[in-house]
Structures are given as C-alpha cells and as structure tokens.
C-alpha cells in the first residue's frame, strides 16, 4: 500500500513512524512532514490549499490512502473533495468537521441532543456582549467561534479582564468574528478521550492528559501542548460508559440526523466534574501531545485500523494495548508562545542513543544543508513507555539532558498528578 499523510508536525511524525512499522505498507508521502518525517517517507511540498494539485499527484503517484492529521483541511472539506474522485481518506467530512470548526454548531448540538457542557450564551457584537457581562457571575470563560489552536480561550476572572477579551476577539485578534460564546466556568479536571469510529462501529482509542501552559505547576499562556501522559488517571470503565451514553453516541446520532456520518478520530476535550464528564470542545482529529503518547502503547497494526475503518470494518478490527503508561515531553524553542528564533541548528541529535520503548517525534523541524534545525515553536517531542509514570519521565529526561539543546526549553513536570 502506498500512503500519503497530511501534515507536519509531531503527530504526523508518530503517525508516519507507526504506519511504516506494518508490513502492508510500501510507500509513505508526508505533505509537507518535517525532518523527523523525512528517514522514513518521501516529503512532499504542495499548497495544501489547492486540492487539485494534491489529488493529481495522488493520481500520478498511485496513493491508496490518504490520512489527514490536522483540523484546517477537514474543515476546508479535503476528505469531500477526494472522495468525490474515489480516493479513500481516513478523516471526517465538511459537515461533520464542524464539531472542531464551530464551536457553536457544536453548542447547538448539544442542547439539541442534552449533551452535558458548560451553560452558553452566544452574541454577535461586543455592546450586547458587554451588557450581559455587567449580570454574570465570575469566572466566566469567553471564546471566539474560529479554528485558533486553542487560543481563542479566556478564562476571565473579573469584568476588567472580561472587557479586553471581547474587545481583542471583535477586533479580529483571531479572525473575523461574527460571533462571541459566553460560557460557564467547569471546575473539575480535563481529560482527552478518544475514539475511532467509521461510522457505525465505535472503539475506544485512548485517554491522556495534556499540559497546555506554558510554565510549570500549569501557569502562564496556553500553548499548543507541552506534554502529556497516558493513560489518564480519571479513566474508568464506569466513567468510559458514561461518555459514550452521554456525549459520544448523542453526537454521532446528531450527525445522522444532518444526514451524513463521521468517520475517524474523534478527540473530546472533556471536564470531569464529581465524576461525570462534560464536553467543553470536539477536535475532529487526535490531539498533538496526546496521539504521540498515545500511539506507542497501541500493540495492533495502525495501517490496519485506519484501513478497516475507512473500509467500514472497523467492528472486525481488534485494537490491542500494552499494560505500560506514557509521557510525552514537548521541547520548545525558547520564546515560544511569544516569538522564538528561527532556524536553529539542533546538535547532538543525530548522535542520540535512545532505548527501546523511548522515541523522539519532530515537529517543527527542518533539513537545511544536511543539519536538522528548529522552525517551529514546538521542536521535538520526547517519548517513553515504562511500567510508571516516573521513571517514563525520568528517562525522558535523560535523553533531553544529553541533547543539551542550548536554544530549547521544556517543562519537567509533565504529568505531576500521577507522580509523587
Ligand atoms: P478549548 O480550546 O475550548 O479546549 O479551551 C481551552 C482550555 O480552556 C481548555 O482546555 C480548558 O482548560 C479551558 N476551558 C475551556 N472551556 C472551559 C469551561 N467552560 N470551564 C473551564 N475551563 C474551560
Ligand atoms: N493537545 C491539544 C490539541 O491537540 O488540541
């Protein structure tokens, strides 16, 4: 099987690096991937905003399967466009990609459907916005309604700080806004849950927990992702049957009822509150810290689940887990999530002795001249399995240790609250 993968960041690399264990596969293309992507599949740069030329060097390269890891082109309706001319895509469509696009097509969702979530206005300019403000109760959390990788969040704790978001919101800070989402403030502690699903079978691909800030005991800005472990300790099988009764399957049925289906993975951002989960957002993909921690503790082929799922088999495919728990460490150039440096030689990587069970993940990461150097924010993710959190996370930080990456930073309290 020759496949293409879409995207290029330390998701894509794990993706990419699981796929090219299976013996099916003969072939990977990265659109665009990274240097990480680069030892193990051909990368390919194309706009990935022009369909067309994506699906003629599909044709012309006689891909059977394409995989799309992040959420802008499955909300631009890549898995639409392709399927239209017989090329299978693991990925929701346009319609159903809009649990991640929307946040208030997913709000509506779940009044319509009882789905638990935090109580929600939403508002179309910043007046009316501002005079409700002047009644509510705080902390209130405000979002804009755009695609913003997580960054379109404030949790206000007074009207003053209320005031500057809906201003930096209605000023474009993240796009154009035509709407404003109001929410109640959720106390209780997050969750990643993830499922795999073609449409009529439902499996369960994981739990993790994410450390989105920046610093460490989880202060300062949000980021993208700076670790996460997995399995997540909330997990259960008790509190895993109710989110699937409550939110999971309601969504699914609720997409039915639009008349299309979903089909991939599903990651649901949850709040567990005195142990019963509430929504707080949709991703219509895996997470990027959550799928490279996740991924090494799947024992089953990943080419051959995606393959039954986009064959609609995915009721025959057994997805089998090891025992062991994960952490991932993200390093960071320094600066990030403010401005960071560009093009930083990153030394010592190539000469990098890891163990089994520890793996490294690129993300913005670039050949140029034959030395792998930083472009991104985020740089490399740092791996590893063990029978605990703790000594994961002590090899892990071992390995960045002797990296010594000068211009790099990263967090070494990644899951504290599974390690005393
Ligand atoms: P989102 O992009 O919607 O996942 O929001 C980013 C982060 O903001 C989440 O991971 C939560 O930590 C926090 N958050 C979002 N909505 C709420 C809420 N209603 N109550 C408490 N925290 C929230
Ligand atoms: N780790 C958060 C996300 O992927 O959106």
Same mark, same amino acid.
């Given at each position: 099987?020759?496949?293409?993968?879409?995207?290029?960041?330390?998701?894509?690399?794990?993706?990419?690096?699981?796929?090219?264990?299976?013996?099916?596969?003969?072939?990977?293309?990265?659109?665009?991937?990274?240097?990480?992507?680069?030892?193990?599949?051909?990368?390919?740069?194309?706009?990935?905003?022009?369909?067309?030329?994506?699906?003629?060097?599909?044709?012309?390269?006689?891909?059977?399967?394409?995989?799309?890891?992040?959420?802008?082109?499955?909300?631009?309706?890549?898995?639409?466009?392709?399927?239209?001319?017989?090329?299978?895509?693991?990925?929701?469509?346009?319609?159903?990609?809009?649990?991640?696009?929307?946040?208030?097509?997913?709000?509506?969702?779940?009044?319509?459907?009882?789905?638990?979530?935090?109580?929600?206005?939403?508002?179309?300019?910043?007046?009316?916005?501002?005079?409700?403000?002047?009644?509510?109760?705080?902390?209130?959390?405000?979002?804009?309604?755009?695609?913003?990788?997580?960054?379109?969040?404030?949790?206000?704790?007074?009207?003053?700080?209320?005031?500057?978001?809906?201003?930096?919101?209605?000023?474009?800070?993240?796009?154009?806004?035509?709407?404003?989402?109001?929410?109640?403030?959720?106390?209780?502690?997050?969750?990643?849950?993830?499922?795999?699903?073609?449409?009529?079978?439902?499996?369960?691909?994981?739990?993790?927990?994410?450390?989105?800030?920046?610093?460490?005991?989880?202060?300062?800005?949000?980021?993208?992702?700076?670790?996460?472990?997995?399995?997540?300790?909330?997990?259960?099988?008790?509190?895993?049957?109710?989110?699937?009764?409550?939110?999971?399957?309601?969504?699914?049925?609720?997409?039915?009822?639009?008349?299309?289906?979903?089909?991939?993975?599903?990651?649901?951002?949850?709040?567990?509150?005195?142990?019963?989960?509430?929504?707080?957002?949709?991703?219509?993909?895996?997470?990027?810290?959550?799928?490279?921690?996740?991924?090494?503790?799947?024992?089953?082929?990943?080419?051959?689940?995606?393959?039954?799922?986009?064959?609609?088999?995915?009721?025959?495919?057994?997805?089998?887990?090891?025992?062991?728990?994960?952490?991932?460490?993200?390093?960071?150039?320094?600066?990030?999530?403010?401005?960071?440096?560009?093009?930083?030689?990153?030394? %010592? +990587?190539?000469? !990098?002795?890891?163990? @089994?069970?520890? $793996?490294?993940?690129?993300?913005?990461? /670039?050949? #140029?001249?034959?030395?792998?150097?930083?472009?991104?924010?985020?740089?490399?993710?740092?791996?590893?399995?063990?029978?605990?959190?703790?000594?994961?996370?002590?090899?892990?930080?071992? %390995? +960045?240790?002797? !990296?010594?990456?000068? @211009?790099?930073? $990263?967090?070494?309290?990644?899951?504290? /609250?599974? #390690?005393?």
């Amino acid at each position: 099987m020759i496949i293409g993968v879409i995207g290029s960041g330390g998701r894509e690399h794990a993706i990419t690096k699981f796929l090219s264990f299976s013996k099916k596969v003969n072939k990977i293309y990265c659109f665009p991937g990274n240097a990480g992507t680069e030892n193990i599949a051909t990368n390919i740069q194309i706009d990935l905003n022009n369909f067309e030329k994506l699906k003629n060097f599909i044709d012309e390269n006689k891909i059977d399967l394409v995989i799309v890891g992040p959420e802008q082109p499955l909300v631009d309706g890549i898995t639409d466009y392709l399927q239209k001319f017989n090329i299978k895509v693991f990925g929701p469509n346009k319609i159903a990609s809009q649990l991640e696009g929307s946040k208030i097509f997913t709000k509506k969702l779940c009044e319509k459907y009882n789905i638990p979530t935090a109580k929600f206005g939403i508002f179309t300019n910043s007046k009316d916005t501002l005079n409700y403000l002047g009644q509510v109760n705080y902390p209130i959390v405000i979002k804009a309604d755009n695609l913003a990788s997580g960054k379109g969040v404030y949790i206000c704790n007074t009207q003053d700080e209320a005031i500057v978001a809906v201003e930096e919101i209605f000023d474009g800070k993240f796009g154009e806004a035509k709407n404003i989402l109001l929410e109640e403030f959720l106390n209780g502690e997050e969750m990643s849950f993830f499922i795999i699903t073609d449409g009529t079978t439902i499996k369960n691909f994981g739990t993790a927990q994410d450390h989105k800030r920046v610093l460490e005991g989880d202060k300062g800005k949000n980021t993208g992702g700076m670790g996460a472990y997995s399995p997540s300790r909330l997990y259960s099988s008790e509190i895993e049957k109710k989110i699937l009764d409550r939110i999971i399957k309601p969504t699914l049925k609720g997409l039915k009822d639009l008349g299309t289906s979903y089909q991939g993975f599903l990651y649901a951002g949850l709040m567990i509150v005195n142990n019963n989960p509430y929504l707080i957002e949709y991703n219509v993909r895996m997470g990027d810290p959550e799928c490279q921690t996740i991924l090494p503790r799947v024992k089953t082929d990943l080419f051959e689940i995606i393959n039954s799922c986009v064959n609609e088999d995915l009721k025959n495919s057994n997805i089998e887990w090891k025992d062991e728990n994960s952490v991932c460490i993200v390093l960071c150039s320094k600066g990030y999530p403010e401005k960071f440096e560009k093009n930083v030689e990153i030394k %010592n +990587l190539e000469k !990098l002795k890891l163990r @089994n069970n520890s $793996y490294i993940f690129h993300a913005g990461t /670039k050949k #140029i001249q034959s030395k792998i150097c930083a472009t991104g924010g985020r740089v490399l993710n740092f791996v590893s399995l063990s029978e605990n959190f703790s000594s994961a996370r002590k090899e892990i930080l071992e %390995n +960045l240790n002797n !990296l010594n990456w000068e @211009n790099g930073f $990263y967090r070494k309290d990644i899951a504290h /609250k599974v #390690i005393k």
